[in-house]
Nanobody, 126 residues
Framework: VQLQASGGGLVQAGGSLKLSCAAS????????MAWFRQAPGKEREFVGG????????HYADSVKGRFTISRDNAKNTMDLQMNSLEPEDTAVYYC????????????????????WGQGTQVTVSS
């Protein structure tokens, strides 16, 4: 599986950005997919994820209500729509895939994912 993330950039606080992650593979619907981010000097943290077979979408508390994840199974893509961006959202954003399902409590653990995209920088200015 290869992942290609795109859409990062520089935006002012309060603005919006949309990230996209394109995935290769033939069984896209069976993938668990997620977005993580890593700010300088910090550990990689969970942003939100889509459980396989439409089992639900889950978000970190810090982005709930501002970020929305969606997937297009026909195009093998996952998007992250980010609204009301804050300087604290500045980070490199990564998409990740697990070849199978994950229980809800396991979504947030980086070690549970099999493949990672290259990351895309999001910078929010104050």
């Amino acid at each position: 599986v290869q992942l290609q993330a795109s859409g990062g950039g520089l935006v002012q606080a309060g603005g919006s950005l949309k990230l996209s992650c394109a995935a290769s593979g033939r069984t896209f619907t069976s993938y668990t997919m997620a977005w993580f981010r890593q700010a300088p000097g910090k550990e990689r943290e969970f942003v939100g994820g889509l459980r396989s077979h439409s089992a639900g979408t889950h978000y970190a508390d810090s982005v709930k209500g501002r970020f929305t994840i969606s997937r297009d199974n026909a195009k093998n893509t996952m998007d992250l729509q980010m609204n009301s961006l804050e300087p604290e959202d500045t980070a490199v954003y990564y998409c990740a895939v697990r070849l199978g399902s994950l229980i809800l409590s396991a979504l947030r653990t980086t070690g549970n994912y099999d493949y990672w995209g290259q990351g895309t920088q999001v910078t929010v200015s104050s």
